[in-house]
């Protein structure tokens, strides 16, 4: 009896256990099926109103001069004194450098003589001249003499009352009077082509002289206008050679702004300069506002872009050569455009709107940067899929496409 309880028993608790499991289970309550929703996208939106505005263009440009003066020792000499200092200002016709002008006076001096010596030599041709011309009477009226005298002399020869070595004298006489009228009017007639030549070796040596007199005036560099010591490259005592640069100068009132413009900006640049259109831009860092306006495009240009010239405002005198600058230009003004942040952006040239809840693409076209008021940069676009009203997304989605459920956290 104990040896079947102990078989069977067992086997009873595990059908009374599946029957507990299986009542269990069959009385349980049903969970409800899991609803699956999408997923909705809060981003905010910018309603489209199309306005007329001036996209901008960033450039950075160098300040410069056209007019800078270099001052350039004229001769090898000696600085005796330097007057100024880097960064001064100057007034016009004031003394900047001096060079010692014994370098300088002894051929000053040298060169007043051979301008003497010429000049003398010239009295003395053309007294000459007056002289040879007088002798030319005399001698003719000799040779006249002489003439008559062989005549003489052979008539009485052909009547036997003459001697030969007579009539030989007297020939003989005859030809040096030939020979020396001969000569008188050769000296005369080569009268002009000597003074041409005295006369050319003087505008030599006057030449001469006055580029020793203008090495000794320039020995002494003066302002050639009020302005600004640009840099100053000479000191008390140095020996500098011909044309070493002593300083540079430059007047405030022309300097000029050099930025490289991208070739892409080009053709429109040159359409609003054609058209009148003043293209003007401000520098930054200024309180008062640094004022630029397009003057000119340089001649040259390369596959990177063009240099522009800026002319300065008033605010110039502030600036120092070789300074760089940052600025904004203000191009042609676009119709119907909008300013709007750059996170609307994917891509070049996609963005989206929201249409009935979701995201629906579109193409813009970038016309560049905008600087509002207060001082913010954003970027305007203009596109044809755009309409007064419609709510253009702002928020930059990661996994923005086309249809994807999204919500507006702010009215447009």
């Not at 004031?94 to 003589?113: M, N």
């Not at 000049?119 to 011309?133: H, I, V, W």
């Not at 430059?250 to 930025?259: K, N, Q």
Request: glycine share 6%; with cysteine; proline share 5%.
């Amino acid at each position: 009896m104990n040896r079947i309880v102990k078989i069977f028993l067992p086997i009873l608790i595990l059908i009374c256990s599946l029957s507990v499991f299986v009542v269990l289970r069959a009385s349980r309550p049903e969970q409800p099926v899991a609803e699956t929703r999408e997923r909705v996208w809060r981003v905010e939106v910018l309603d489209v109103v199309p306005q007329s505005l001036a996209p901008s263009l960033r450039l950075y440009g160098r300040v410069e001069t056209p007019t800078l003066f270099k001052a350039a020792a004229p001769a090898a000499s000696r600085v005796q004194r330097v007057w100024v200092r880097e960064g001064e200002q100057v007034e016009q016709g004031q003394l900047l450098v001096e060079l010692d002008p014994r370098d300088f006076l002894p051929q000053v001096e040298k060169a007043r003589a051979e301008v003497a010596e010429l000049e003398a030599q010239l009295r003395s041709e053309r007294t000459r001249q007056s002289s040879d011309l007088s002798a030319l009477n005399h001698e003719s009226r000799l040779l006249q003499l002489s003439r008559q005298s062989v005549e003489r002399m052979q008539r009485l020869q052909s009547k036997k009352l003459g001697s030969e070595s007579e009539l030989d004298q007297a020939q003989q006489e005859l030809e040096q009077r030939e020979l020396a009228l001969t000569s008188r009017e050769l000296a005369i007639n080569d009268h002009p082509a000597r003074i041409q030549a005295l006369e050319a070796r003087m505008q030599k040596a006057a030449a001469g002289l006055a580029e020793a007199e203008l090495d000794l005036e320039r020995s002494q560099v003066k302002a050639p206008y009020a302005g600004r010591v640009a840099s100053v490259e000479a000191a008390e005592g140095n020996q500098v050679s011909i044309n070493q640069q002593l300083l540079s100068l430059y007047d405030p009132a022309t300097l000029e702004l050099r930025a490289r413009i991208p070739m892409p900006f080009l053709h429109e640049l040159e359409q609003s300069r054609n058209s009148g259109y003043p293209l003007t831009g401000t520098a930054e860092g200024y309180p008062a506002g640094l004022q630029l306006r397009l003057v000119r495009l340089a001649g040259e240009a390369d596959p990177s872009g063009i240099d522009a010239l800026f002319a300065i405002g008033q605010e110039g005198d502030r600036l120092r050569l070789g300074q760089m600058l940052k600025f904004t230009l203000r191009r042609a003004i676009q119709q119907a455009v909008l300013a709007v942040p750059y996170s609307v952006l994917y891509g070049n040239d996609r963005a989206y709107k929201l249409v009935d809840g979701r995201l629906q693409g579109l193409r813009l076209e970038n016309l560049g940067s905008f600087v509002a008021t207060d001082g913010s940069e954003r970027l305007l676009i203009r596109s044809t899929q755009l309409q007064a009203g419609d709510a253009l997304v702002i928020t930059h989605l990661p996994n923005a496409v086309e249809g994807l459920r999204v919500e507006a956290v702010n009215t447009p």
